[in-house]
């Protein structure tokens, strides 16, 4: 199954911007690059709107035949493990496998010995080509990793295997997500999570470490760009480094979860991927959400005043909605408006409030941060959302095209 190098998570809370997202990805195409659309939803956000994971692959094949697409595309079971993974296996053929949770745990003593035994021969200095600086590698130091990390990549190992038993190992891509943990992964520990999958037989297709600085919910990225930008170069030259020297896919990636609209780091991205003649995957889905509240602000009276209600409903709701997301939000309440002022703001008003542009004296990133949380509250009004969708749906897609092609796909794949 071919990923193609790029490829970009599209993730659509209500099942209705299918095709808008494909427009983007479309227009890419016609400027001659290929980017692989990735529907991503996770068992989370299918408990919180009442959806399934046949539904994503309902949406996905629907958009596919309206829209005409040519390519492959991908239905991705998101952040799954053992206890959720079971009704995902029909409908996806992409698992991001998250084992993060498992970091730190124990694994057997013996085999962390056998791994370190295994690695003998990488221990010495490793000059590894686009690396900013050689490895000093001892058996003491692979035994550190492995204390920390074989127990996450064994759990990889056995949810791979679950699905490879119920699906036919050549039917599915997968992912390795290790990015929901508090330290960034070290190139010398990714290489060394990179044998540890190859030697578990996990074909791992994405990766996605944790980076350094704060990946906060629809907003920028929070951090040193600098920093940043040297270890994604460093990450790049250890998979490939990895791939040659394990075994493992030719095409294996990073994947960036990006919270959506981490701006800040498209141009260190794209440069680096220039320079390693490298693929990436992107998750932003969070960003499709947003745009359908700032159409429906700008479609009309009805459209404006649900936006308005979900933003009261979500200020009474605050502590409830903000806490399962505390380590990826970072709101100023003070900096909220109340809901009266909002409740006098016109449609323009409320999508400049909204939409992500740093550049609009309007922009309100804690508004922001707060409704991109809320979707829990749109879906629980049912019906007259899913009716406001449908009856402003001509009024939506254009942001949502826009917003995906103009402030992602151009400035990551296309912009030099």
């Not at 990390?149 to 992912?175: C, N, P, W």
């Not at 939000?329 to 909204?354: C, H, K, Y």
């Amino acid at each position: 199954m071919e990923l193609g190098r790029y490829s970009i998570g599209i993730g659509d809370r209500f099942a209705h911007q299918g095709c808008a997202q494909l427009a983007a990805l479309i227009r890419a195409a016609e400027q001659g690059v290929t980017v692989t659309p990735v529907w991503n939803k996770s068992h989370r956000e299918h408990r919180i709107i009442g959806s399934s994971p046949v539904s994503v692959r309902a949406e996905a094949d629907a958009a596919v035949r309206e829209t005409g697409w040519p390519g492959p595309y991908f239905v991705d079971a998101d952040h799954i493990h053992l206890g959720n993974v079971d009704a995902f296996i029909a409908s996806s053929d992409f698992f991001t496998l998250d084992v993060a949770e498992a970091i730190g745990q124990a694994a057997e003593p013996d085999s962390i010995e056998t791994f370190a035994a295994a690695m003998n021969s990488f221990t010495g200095t490793l000059y590894i080509e686009g690396l900013a600086e050689p490895l000093a590698v001892t058996e003491d130091s692979i035994r550190v990793i492995a204390r920390r990390f074989l127990a996450a990549v064994q759990q990889a190992g056995r949810i791979y295997r679950h699905i490879a038993e119920r699906k036919g190992s050549e039917d599915f891509i997968t992912e390795v997500s290790m990015d929901e943990t508090e330290t960034p992964q070290s190139p010398g520990e990714l290489l060394f999570i990179l044998a540890a999958l190859a030697r578990e037989g996990v074909p791992a297709r994405t990766i996605a470490p944790k980076f350094t600085g704060r990946f906060n919910k629809g907003v920028d990225y929070d951090g040193d760009v600098k920093r940043f930008s040297r270890e994604f170069n460093d990450d790049l030259a250890i998979i490939r480094f990895a791939v040659a020297q394990f075994n493992l896919p030719a095409d294996l990636k990073l994947s960036v979860h990006s919270g959506s609209d981490k701006f800040s780091l498209y141009g260190p991205i794209r440069r680096a991927l220039t320079r390693h003649q490298a693929g990436v995957h992107l998750k932003t889905a969070g960003t499709t959400w947003l745009e359908e509240l700032i159409g429906l602000a700008l479609a009309g009276r009805d459209g404006v005043q649900i936006a308005r209600e979900i933003y009261r409903r979500a200020l009474d709701r605050y502590e409830e909605l903000c806490a399962p997301y505390a380590t990826v939000i970072d709101i100023d309440t003070d900096r909220l408006p109340p809901a009266e002022a909002v409740d006098r703001w016109d449609g323009p008003t409320f999508a400049a409030a909204l939409r992500h542009d740093r550049a609009c004296p309007s922009f309100n990133p804690h508004l922001r941060q707060l409704l991109h949380l809320s979707y829990r509250i749109a879906a629980e009004m049912g019906p007259q959302f899913l009716a406001a969708l449908d009856k402003h749906a001509d009024a939506i897609a254009p942001h949502v095209t826009e917003n995906l092609y103009d402030r992602h796909i151009r400035p990551l794949f296309l912009d030099v």
